[in-house]
Each structure stands twice: as C-alpha cells, then as structure tokens.
C-alpha cells in the first residue's frame, strides 16, 4: 500500500516577483498605500467615475512596463515542483501571470487579485488582451472602450475598492483545508485573505513554512522560517521537498 502523497499549498506574493522588476504595489507598505494619487488610479470609484484617471491609470500600466516582465529562479523552482509530480495548487496575490508565464500549469494557479495581462468590460464582461489595449493608448485612445458593447474597460484585477472572486476565495480555501503543506512565500501575512488562508490551513492541521524577508505574524506557528532571498531558498527548498518524496 502506498502512502496518498501530501499536496503541497503555495502562497505567494509579491516578493517573489520583485527579481522579475515588478514591486511590491499592494502589501501594507507597497507603493499603493504610500501615494494617494497613484492608489487613485487602481480605486474602482474614481477609476470609473473619471475618464481622466483611466487616461492615466494606462499611461501608469503602459510605463511600468510589467507585460515584458520575465519569470525568475522563483517561478522557474516551483515549475520544477510540478514537474515532480507532488501535488501542487500556487495561490497567488499577484497579477503578473509570471507563474503561468514560466510555466505551470494554468488550473493549477489561482489568482487572488486577478490578472493584468487581462483587461474585462464592466458592462458585458468580455475580456481581452492588457497587450491590446495598451497598443490602442499608443495609437492615441487614451480610454479604450469594449470593442463588442463601448463600456469601460478595465484591468481584469480586483481594484481597491472591489470584492474578491467568492468564486476564487471558495476555492482558495478549500485548497487550504486540503493541504497538508503550506508554504507562504513574499507575502508579509498581513493583507486579507492570505493570512486568512494560512489560518484555514494550520486549522486543518497543515504544517506551514514561512519564507520572507520581513518577520510575519505567523512566524510563532511556523514549523520553519526562511529568510534568505527567495531566488536562491525557493530553488533549495524544491530540491528538498522533491527529495523527501
Ligand atoms: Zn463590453
């Protein structure tokens, strides 16, 4: 008789994308909260009350340059862990689709806040290519419209302001009960849901790993804490993982 074989729940957030060039926009001390006017621009309210913050909030997004972004060690360690065959779910607070970009597969990530290599009418919900629109901006539309129905188009994340998915969060959780393995990787722990998450996880019994630069509230619980840069642990901590199967 062979054992059933741990899933293995992976959290991440923005620290794993910060070697791709992508900073930490949301956490609690991300460049969101620190400027006002460009919170302004991802705030759902004046976003679709404001023709002018929509010019803006793509000049934004077409200067920051995230859609050339490239995946790094990070992502490529945890393609290496699918790879494997351990059962893997990643649910991500990021938007940068870097996992799916280096290689996972698609259903097995899910995206808390959303993508932004995505754009969706807040009228009739039909999504497009973030690429396409930002190629409209340059062109000289500075707010595209829905090409089916001319609503407001908008990147296909949760804005502040926004509900999650009760969709996304339900299956999110359910991961998390599931799971015998929770790694949390660059997330502080701090922001709803993740640290709802890893509670539902540790309540089912999960042991957890921690892995981030900064203390977390749920260091305490830890079965263990990695602090060293995640291109360099998350890589060790795979070859670990693979190994003890
Ligand atoms: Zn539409």
Known sequence: MTAKRPLIAVLTGAGISTD???PDYRGPNGLWQRDPGAQELVTIGPYLADPDVRR?????????????????????ALVELERSGLPLRVLTQNVDGLHQRAGLTARKVLELHGTARQVECVRCHRRGEMQEVLDRVAAGE?????????GVLKPATVMFGEALDPVVLDQAEAIAKACDLIVAIGTTLQVYPAAGLVQV???AGARLIVMNAEPTPYDPVA??????????????LVRRLVAQQ
């Open 20 to 22: 791709s060039g992508i």
């Open 56 to 76: 803006r909030s793509w000049l934004m997004r077409r200067d920051a340059g995230a859609q050339a972004a490239e995946p790094n060690a990070g992502h490529l």
């Open 142 to 150: 500075p707010d595209p419209a829905c090409p089916a129905c001319g």
């Open 201 to 203: 996880a540790l309540d």
């Open 223 to 236: 079965d263990e804490l990695i602090r060293e840069p995640i291109g360099t642990a998350l890589p060790a």
